[in-house]
T-cell receptor
């Protein structure tokens, strides 16, 4: 079973649409959660951390459900510049270790005019 | 805004040759990482480094790989004898301290082994 699973997409949406991505993780010991975005052949860029209470940053809202081991990202009012691959990322934090990032394969979003 | 930098942006090498990929992490960060991404696949963890030693490494990071922080700013990844399957994007990342798990990535080095 893959550690972090995402729907690969692509999600093709018109500008202004609301789009939601989901992600599941297999290790219940995972303690930190993030969404990164990756443009074609570029580095992953941190979009937002995901907290248990849910958090919002402008048009982006992230939710975490620990019981279901499920993470979501909602993008409202999509812009052309939102076109990218969205990576769901978890960390298992062991004791004093920083922990390494475990990536999903990503969900591709294409926003059309 | 401080950034992680990496050189070179693209490295072409022949199978069996040694390569050194270089990174300059964000200056006040204490934790450093290498990841790789084979074309079309997910980003994979290689190694983490803290206080001048490896703190964690993956199964990918075998005896052909080594890391070093030769001075106060650079962080390097060496592949001793490259194989065709080492062709990938190699990303360096850093994070600030033991309380911050957010990692910031450099632009990557594209390694092509022929």
């Amino acid at each position: 079973r893959k550690e972090v699973e995402q729907d690969p997409g692509p999600f093709n949406v018109p500008e202004g649409a609301t789009v939601a991505f989901n992600c599941t993780y297999s290790n219940s010991a995972s303690q930190s959660f993030f969404w990164y975005r990756q443009d074609c052949r570029k580095e992953p860029k941190l979009l937002m951390s995901v907290y248990s209470s849910g958090n919002e940053d402008g048009r982006f809202t992230a939710q975490l459900n620990r019981a279901s081991q499920y993470i979501s990202l909602l993008i409202r009012d999509s812009k052309l510049s939102d076109s990218a691959t969205y990576l769901c990322v978890v960390i298992h934090n062991y004791g004093g270790s920083q922990g390494n990032l475990i990536f999903g394969k990503g969900t591709k979003l294409s926003v059309k005019p | 805004e401080p950034e992680v930098t990496q050189t070179p942006s693209h490295q072409v090498t022949q199978m069996g040759q040694e390569v050194i990929l270089r990174c300059v992490p964000i200056s006040n960060h204490l934790y450093f990482y290498w990841y790789r991404q084979i074309l079309g696949q997910k980003v994979e963890f290689l190694v983490s480094f803290y206080n001048n030693e490896i703190s964690e490494k993956s199964e990918i990071f075998d005896d052909q790989f080594s890391v070093e922080r030769p001075d106060g700013s650079n962080f390097t990844l060496k592949i001793r004898s490259t194989k065709l399957e080492d062709s990938a994007m190699y990303f360096c990342a850093s994070s600030e301290n033991e309380f911050s798990y957010e990692q910031y990535f450099g632009p990557g080095t594209r390694l092509t082994v022929t």
